[in-house]
């Protein structure tokens, strides 16, 4: 009957509508929560760093010091404000380069030659500790557009872990080659490999394995996430595989054709 229709349509209508809306508003709600995690974490990781120069400048203005004692102090305020100042830069890009990057910010880049650089740059610093770099370049140049520098960020980032995440007498390898209309970029390390449950976060910003050993490396679990943005910011995608105890290989992957050729 009429009576019973009227508040089971209208029952209806109340819960679809609650529904839809809630459907609507998770992912507003997802990056909000995110958001808030991320101001969170920044402001945690600031935190140490800047309570190392308080009290380490209090200390020099309270107590009377020689020399020696007060020069610690001041290395020890140098050491936590370069800290604060690499944490800084690292958010800067990470808030400059969300999306992808505008068409008139790329040039033609040969990743032969901007890789060959890197190498070079890293093999004195390989052998500092103990490791050997191979690179695996092809002869000739593999041109994409792309933005110099962000794409020199995003490698260093991942030859900077490969060295930092092996043990000496371990070794890095760099490769590129092209598969389709795809350039590869792979950074391999005979490292201490990844579990695979920590996997599908490491490209989260400040998710770290291991949060002491990363720390005292000097890393803030952001180096993944950048590498990830400025990767996207070129339309490319980065993947990783990784075996605890043999290794990780970071890969990746760029469009070789021209942007124009997309027609954005
Ligand atoms: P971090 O500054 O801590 O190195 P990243 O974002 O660069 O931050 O990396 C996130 C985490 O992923 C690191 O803390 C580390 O645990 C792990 N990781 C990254 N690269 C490697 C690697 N080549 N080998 C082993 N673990 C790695």
Redesign the pocket.
């Known amino acids: 009957s009429l009576t019973l229709l009227v508040p089971v349509a209208l029952g209806m209508i109340g819960l679809t509508g609650w529904v839809l809306g809630g459907l609507a508003m998770q992912p507003i709600r997802d990056s909000y929560n995110q958001l808030q995690r991320f101001t969170s974490n920044a402001s945690h990781e600031l935190r140490t760093p800047l309570a190392a120069v308080l009290s380490n400048a209090q200390v020099g203005l309270l107590v009377p010091l020689d020399p020696q004692q007060q020069r610690n102090h001041l290395e020890q305020i140098v050491e936590a404000a370069k800290s604060m100042s690499t944490l800084v830069s690292n958010l800067l890009l990470l808030a400059r380069h969300s999306g992808r990057l505008a068409p008139e910010s790329l040039k033609e880049v040969d990743l032969t030659s901007l890789l060959k650089e890197q190498a070079d740059f890293y093999s004195s610093q390989a052998a500092e500790k103990q490791l050997s770099l191979k690179s695996d370049l092809p002869e000739q140049p593999v041109k994409l557009e792309a933005e110099p520098d962000l794409l020199r960020q995003a490698v260093e980032?991942l030859l900077s872990?490969?060295y930092?995440?092996t043990p000496a007498g371990g070794s890095v390898q760099l490769r590129l080659f092209t598969q389709s209309r795809q350039a590869v970029i792979q950074v391999s390390?005979s490292?201490?490999?990844?579990p695979q449950a920590d996997l599908p976060h490491?490209f989260e910003r400040f998710?770290?394995?291991?949060t002491k050993q990363?720390r005292q490396?000097g890393?803030?679990?952001?180096?993944?996430?950048i590498a990830k943005q400025l990767v996207e910011a070129h339309g490319g995608q980065i993947s990783v595989t990784s075996v605890v105890g043999q290794g990780?290989t970071f890969q990746i992957e760029l469009h070789t054709r021209k942007v124009t050729e997309e027609g954005y």
């Open positions: 980032n872990n490969a930092k995440y390390d490292g201490i490999g990844i490491i998710y770290r394995v291991d990363s490396a890393g803030f679990g952001l180096g993944l996430a990780s």
